[in-house]
């Protein structure tokens, strides 16, 4: 998310963002949220050649939160049952066939601890980060694409606390733009031994309280936004940052399990090129 906040209370004279630009960059969103081409990176890209620079981030956190709904919708059996678990827990009734979800739900209580952390550290640095720099980490996550579309661990472990710290660890660096979420997030739980199908259902679970808590840290510049960006077009941008994301994940589902995340290197590499170059 590479967009500058508003500092000292000052007020910036800056484009009106319109629907149709609101409508492009949620379409964006939607699509380049779940596809390992990092959704932050190709918004930072778009808001500049558009001229919006100054977008205060909730932007960003607005339409990254429509596309949190796509997730639970997606997933809304593995979270029921998650929250059943969970319940039974707490009232002490679990069952022996619940340690596997209890095992997850550590991993991504885990995880979002992690990355908290890194999101915190580097949420500072990410408003600065010049378009060349994104251009870079484009080509770097091009690189991990490649190294997960071959990569086959040798063994298949349940989600856990090791997996958790390693997952979150990757989502934390995935804060920065040009640095795909999923993609990251999906190469290190492989790398941690999860198969494919399990990691990227945990890569889009451990997502959700990281989205919802960017969401509620920045939702104080929600004054600011509305001088940038008119009700409508925000409305228009997460319901196409919905459904766009929606489609894009069960297409991404579908590659992962055919190991073919390093299609996508063919798209990243070429486009960090043209970045650094022309930007």
Avoid at 139 to 158: D, M, N, Q
């Amino acid at each position: 998310m590479a967009i500058l906040h508003f500092r000292d209370n000052k007020r910036y004279t800056f484009p009106v963002m319109t629907i149709i630009q609101s409508i492009l960059l949620g379409f964006l969103q939607g699509v380049a949220e779940f596809l390992p081409i990092s959704s932050s990176g190709h918004l930072a890209v778009a808001q500049g050649l558009f001229g919006l620079d100054e977008v205060p981030l909730l932007f960003d956190v607005f339409l990254h939160l429509a596309t949190l709904f796509s997730v639970i919708l997606f997933f809304r059996k593995t979270i029921g049952n998650l929250f059943c678990v969970l319940g039974r827990f707490i009232i002490r009734k679990s069952r022996d066939e619940d340690k596997p979800a209890l095992r997850l739900i550590l991993a991504i209580l885990i995880g979002t601890l992690v990355t908290g952390i890194f999101g915190i550290v580097l949420s500072s640095s990410v408003p600065s980060i010049p378009l060349k720099a994104i251009g870079v980490f484009f080509i770097i996550t091009g690189a991990l694409l490649v190294f997960s579309s071959w990569y086959e661990p040798k063994r298949s472990v349940e989600p856990g606390p090791l997996q958790g710290l390693i997952t979150g660890f990757a989502q934390g660096i995935g804060v920065l733009p040009g640095i795909s979420r999923s993609g990251i997030t999906i190469s290190a739980a492989l790398l941690a031994g999860i198969d494919r199908k399990t990691a990227g259902e945990f890569s889009f679970l451990l997502s959700l309280p990281a989205i919802l808590g960017a969401f509620l840290l920045e939702f104080r510049d929600i004054g600011g936004l509305m001088d940038t960006v008119p009700a409508a077009a925000l409305a228009a941008g997460c319901v196409t940052a919905f459904i766009a994301g929606l489609l894009s994940l069960r297409f991404l589902m579908a590659l992962i399990q055919r190991g073919k995340l390093g299609w996508f290197a063919c798209y990243l590499i070429p486009a960090g090129i043209l970045t650094i170059i022309f930007l």
